[in-house]
């Protein structure tokens, strides 16, 4: 069984930071892309930024220059480092990984963590 715990979230001025970790664990055979979304009220979950098992990165053209996405391999975790927060960025953001895990390892699935709020204040 696999987990995404995701942490960091909070409350913050405009013009703030936050820094939100997300540590994959279980029977986990490889860990692929990992991605950052967010759910904004009354909206849709749209794509935040990607980070590939081979390093590459990607951001939606509304967070390019602000956040930055990273993963540390060892600890299965991904990060997003939020600067110059906005209040259009408060969302609940949520992780995604693309993992194969132990039981089958022919496939990979997404696997999604619960959520953290980050709320920007203005």
């Known amino acids: 069984q696999v987990q995404l715990v995701e942490s960091g979230g909070g409350l913050v001025q405009a013009g703030g930071s936050l820094r939100l970790s997300c540590a994959a664990s279980g029977n986990i055979f490889s860990l692929n892309a990992m991605d950052w979304y967010r759910q904004a009220p009354g909206k849709q979950r749209e794509l935040v930024g990607r980070?590939?098992?081979?390093?590459?990165?990607n951001y939606a053209d509304s967070v390019k220059g602000r956040f930055t996405i990273s993963r540390d391999n060892a600890q299965n975790t991904v990060y997003l480092q939020m600067n110059s927060l906005k209040p259009e960025d408060t969302a609940v953001y949520y992780c995604k990984a693309e993992i194969t895990t132990t039981d089958d390892l022919r496939y990979q699935s997404d696997y999604w963590g619960q959520g953290t709020q980050v709320t920007v204040s203005s």
């Open positions: 980070v590939g098992s081979d390093g590459g990165i």
